[in-house]
């Protein structure tokens, strides 16, 4: 145990700033990085996405990398570095950093989850442990979209929805977009839109 908290201390202290990314005021560790500092720390490291069974399959021998609740979804990833082995649960996240319902989730977002998970649970070996120093601190004061904010994304979602051949509500339960939303959220949904429109738009004029 006496290595491992020098091996810990030793990751612990390296400075992991230039392979961070910032997003909703959270910084996210590349998990590439993490994946090429494991290997060099310990190249016999292993990795392993902990499956379910699926809940909706009649074959007992389907299992699936996330657990699936009412209340949402969860991934598990198992690191064994130096020797030790640990877990990490990771809720998976819409781009606003909330908990997908039940039935919204997609692959990709199951896929970024567990990498971010990996990361994470590479934290307890020290490799970048000290970004989640404050990530349990007080929430900041939540800032409600203005009525012009809310407005221009209503905007946009009537503009975009009929270029889907969706309904508006169909539109924003597909992007996220809640009744209640920070300016932070609106921002972010205007850009999104925005993409959406000028994506279906362009899509349309060549199939002309």
């Not at 560790?29 to 290997?39: K, M, P």
């Not at 009649?58 to 570095?81: A, H």
């Not at 000290?130 to 012009?148: R, T």
């Not at 959220?185 to 839109?193: H, N, S, Y």
């Amino acid at each position: 145990m006496a290595n491992f908290l020098e091996k810990f201390n030793e990751l612990n202290t390296r400075d992991v700033s230039e392979h961070v990314d910032k997003k909703q005021g959270l910084s996210y560790l590349s998990w590439a990085y993490v994946q090429q500092e494991l290997t060099k720390a310990d190249p016999n490291y292993t990795e392993k996405i902990i499956e379910f069974p699926s809940p909706d399959a009649t074959n007992e021998n389907i299992f699936l990398p996330y657990l699936k609740t009412d209340e949402g979804y969860m991934v598990c990833v198992e690191l064994t570095v130096f020797s030790v082995t640990k877990r990490e649960w990771l809720p998976v996240l819409d781009y606003r950093n909330k908990s997908l319902a039940k039935g919204s989730a997609t692959t990709f977002d199951i896929n970024k989850a567990t990498k971010r998970c990996m990361v994470k649970c590479a934290a307890k070996f020290g490799l970048g442990n000290y970004l989640y120093l404050g990530e349990d601190g007080p929430e900041q004061p939540f800032e409600s979209a203005s009525e012009s904010e809310l407005k221009d994304v209503d905007n946009k979602v009537k503009e975009l929805a009929p270029l889907m051949d969706i309904t508006e509500t169909q539109l924003k339960k597909k992007m996220n977009i809640g009744n209640k939303l920070s300016s932070a959220d609106a921002e972010e949904a205007l850009v999104r839109l925005d993409n959406g429109i000028q994506y279906y738009k362009t899509n349309k004029k060549d199939d002309k």
